[in-house]
């Protein structure tokens, strides 16, 4: 069935530094993604989306990387703050339907 | 986007007794999903609440044990009966806010505790 995957469940990083994110998927037909942010005791909070139809897009201090030749998505964060410490998840969407979402990473920023 | 009220925030309920949980968004939507998160986990899909038909459930859910309403376009409630503490979890809505630079926006969230 379709799944999304992550490939590291933690990742630390120094204030400042640059994170990237990691999220494999399964379902080619995808064709819509989104990265979601969640903190402790709260509903994820939408982050950036991209569609299938670009491979970059970039936000405030966050960049979305898709790679549909080997299905893999990616999340960059720029200039690591403490509130980026949170747990983080890709999903993936086909045809406005289900999200998928992926195991989540849990990102600690240290200062 | 939209905003998505949920209650209660959290419960401690006794094993086989049954929660409902009611979610209410500040404008009309086509369909609404519910989600669990168990301790430490991502977010499962349970049903889609479409108002006016059945809600559509996924593999692994049944209606018997997660009973949905959708009476109108700005709100839905999940029920789940015959909590067993394998049903600690966080319950959340969702709903497609239908536009790009948004995507599905959730609720806070439903933290259940069966003991």
């Known amino acids: 069935g379709e799944s999304v995957g992550l490939h590291l469940p933690t990742l630390s990083v120094q204030e400042g530094d640059n994170s990237i994110i990691n999220c494999a998927y399964s379902?080619?037909?995808?064709?819509?993604f989104i990265w979601y942010k969640q903190e402790s005791g709260k509903g994820p909070q939408f982050i950036i989306d991209i569609r299938s139809n670009m491979d970059k897009r970039q936000g405030q201090r966050v960049t979305v990387l898709l790679n549909k030749t080997v299905k893999h998505l990616s999340l960059q964060i720029a200039a690591t703050q403490p509130g980026d410490s949170a747990v983080y998840f890709c999903a993936e969407n086909e045809r406005a339907q289900k999200l998928v979402f992926g195991q989540g990473t849990r990102l600690t920023i240290n200062p | 986007s939209a905003v998505i009220s949920q209650k209660p925030s959290r419960d401690i309920c006794q094993r086989g007794t049954s929660l409902t949980i009611q979610c209410q968004v500040d404008s009309q939507v086509t369909m609404m999903f519910w989600y669990r998160q168990q301790p430490g986990q991502s977010l499962t899909l349970i049903a889609t609440?479409?108002?006016?038909?059945?809600?559509?459930?996924e593999s692994g859910f049944v209606i018997d044990k997660f009973p949905i309403s959708r009476p109108n376009l700005t709100f839905s409630t999940l029920t789940v009966s015959n909590m067993s503490p394998e049903d600690s979890s966080i319950y959340l809505c969702?709903?497609?806010?239908?536009?790009?630079?948004?995507?599905?926006?959730f609720g806070s969230g439903t933290r259940l505790t069966v003991v």
């Open positions: 379902n080619s037909a995808s064709d819509y």
């Open positions: 609440a479409n108002q006016g038909s059945e809600a559509t459930y």
């Open positions: 969702s709903v497609d806010t239908g536009g790009y630079n948004y995507g599905y926006t």
